[in-house]
C-alpha cells in the first residue's frame, strides 16, 4: 500500500481572500476550485510542480474563526522549501509578504519567517545543499 500525504487545510476568513495571497503573491497553482453548495469550495493550491496542496477552508462558526492564524499554536507551521531563496525572497517582499525577519543562516540552510494575511507564520527555506 502506498500512501502519502494529499493536502493539509488552512483555515482562511474567505476563500477569494486565500487564493489572492497564495497564488497571486506567492506564485502558487490554483489546482481546483469547485463549489460545493450554499457558500462551501473545495478550493487546493500549490507551488508549482508540489504533490502536496494546501485546502484552503472558509472558517464556519467560532471555534474555526478563532483558529484563523494560531493552527499551530504561534509555532510556525508550514514550510516553503525554494532552492532560490534569494530570488523567491526579493519577489515576495516585492509583491507586499510580510517577514517578521532577516534571512538567517542556520546549520540546516537558509530561511526567513513568513506571514500569511490570515496570521499564519510559514518558514521560507532552502535547505543546505539543495542548490
Known amino acids: 500500500m502506498t500512501q502519502k500525504i494529499m493536502a493539509v487545510t488552512v483555515v482562511v476568513p474567505d476563500y477569494d481572500a486565500g487564493i489572492d495571497f497564495y497564488v497571486r503573491k ?3 497553482d490554483l489546482v481546483q476550485d ?3 453548495g450554499p457558500g462551501k469550495r473545495w478550493v487546493l493550491v500549490a507551488p508549482p510542480g508540489a504533490a502536496t496542496r494546501l485546502l484552503l477552508a472558509k472558517a464556519s462558526g467560532e471555534r ?6 494560531n493552527q499551530t499554536g504561534g509555532r510556525v507551521g508550514f514550510f516553503l522549501q ?13 509583491k507586499g509578504v510580510t ?4 534571512p538567517r543562516h542556520e546549520a540546516y540552510g537558509t530561511v ?3 506571514e ?6 510559514w518558514d521560507l527555506i532552502e535547505m543546505q545543499g539543495s542548490s
Open 26 to 28: 506567492l506564485g502558487f
Open 34 to 36: 469547485a463549489a460545493l
Open 64 to 69: 474555526q474563526q478563532a483558529a484563523i492564524g
Open 82 to 94: 525554494t532552492d532560490d531563496f534569494a530570488g523567491d525572497y526579493a519577489a515576495m517582499r516585492a
Open 99 to 102: 517577514f517578521q525577519e532577516e
Open 112 to 114: 526567513a519567517v513568513f
Open 116 to 121: 500569511d494575511p490570515f496570521g499564519n507564520t
